[in-house]
């Protein structure tokens, strides 16, 4: 049963602290997003790759956060300094590239700046 | 640029009623389109696509049509239960081949026994 992992599920930290997230896309999968959730913002794209290259990190504020994809199993969303306004619920999401272009989410991290 | 228009919720339903939740979309190519559903505590998951007009997806007793002449692609189910209570997401993908979805802002549904 093939699905998207990501790790931890749960991360509760203070304000200042770094906070590093971990996606792990389904074997095969060329295209790699990350999302946040917030209710008040609803779902908005952070970043996404291609073949582990960056594409397009537009929504990302880029001062205090960072998205690599070390190798095709891992892709990593990392904030430093973390702000309580970065509390959200993290999304990572893959894409095969057969068509159609479903996405298949991750179970999501719930992060809480304090 | 392209965008996704969805009915603002919560909608509130009893069970077996009937459910519409309408969604439309701005394109400058011939998307494909998706809803999409996430339950509390998870992340989204497709429900049903149609990728050309005409289309009709389904899957667990939900339907959407693609409709190019009202740029439309309601979402809707002859009878409710209580496990679809969650939050609905239409989206569309471009298929030029790189693969961006644009979501709606998402409706949720509670089912009441």
């Known amino acids: 049963d093939a699905r998207v992992t990501q790790t931890p599920r749960h991360k509760v930290t203070e304000m200042g602290q770094e906070v590093t997230m971990r996606c792990q896309p389904i074997?095969?999968?060329?295209?790699v997003f990350w999302y946040r959730q917030t209710m008040m913002q609803g779902l908005e794209l952070l970043a996404y790759?291609?073949?582990?290259?960056?594409?397009?990190d537009s929504g990302m504020p880029k001062d205090r956060f960072s998205a690599e994809m070390p190798d095709a199993t891992l892709a990593t969303l990392k904030i430093q300094p973390s702000e309580p306004r970065d509390s959200a619920v993290y999304f990572c999401?893959?894409?095969?590239?057969?068509?159609?272009?479903?996405?298949?989410f991750g179970p999501g991290t719930r992060l809480t700046v304090l | 640029g392209d965008s996704v228009t969805q009915m603002e919720g919560p909608v509130t339903l009893s069970e077996e009623a009937f459910l519409t939740i309408n969604c439309t979309y701005t394109?400058?190519?011939?998307?494909?389109l998706f809803w999409y559903v996430q339950y509390p505590g998870e992340g989204l998951q497709l429900l049903l696509k149609?990728?050309?007009?005409?289309d009709k997806g389904s899957n667990k007793g939900f339907e959407a049509t693609y409709r190019k002449e009202t740029t439309s692609f309601h979402l809707e189910k002859g009878s409710v239960q209580v496990s679809d209570s969650a939050v609905y997401f239409c989206?569309?993908?471009?298929?030029?081949?790189?693969?961006?979805?644009?979501f709606g802002a998402g409706t949720r549904l509670f089912v009441k026994a």
């Open positions: 074997l095969g999968h060329n295209t």
């Open positions: 394109a400058t190519g011939y998307p494909s």
């Open positions: 999401a893959s894409v095969g590239g057969q068509g159609y272009n479903e996405q298949f």
């Open positions: 149609a990728t050309k007009a005409d």
């Open positions: 790759f291609r073949n582990r290259a960056p594409l397009d």
């Open positions: 989206a569309l993908s471009e298929n030029t081949g790189g693969f961006k979805t644009i």
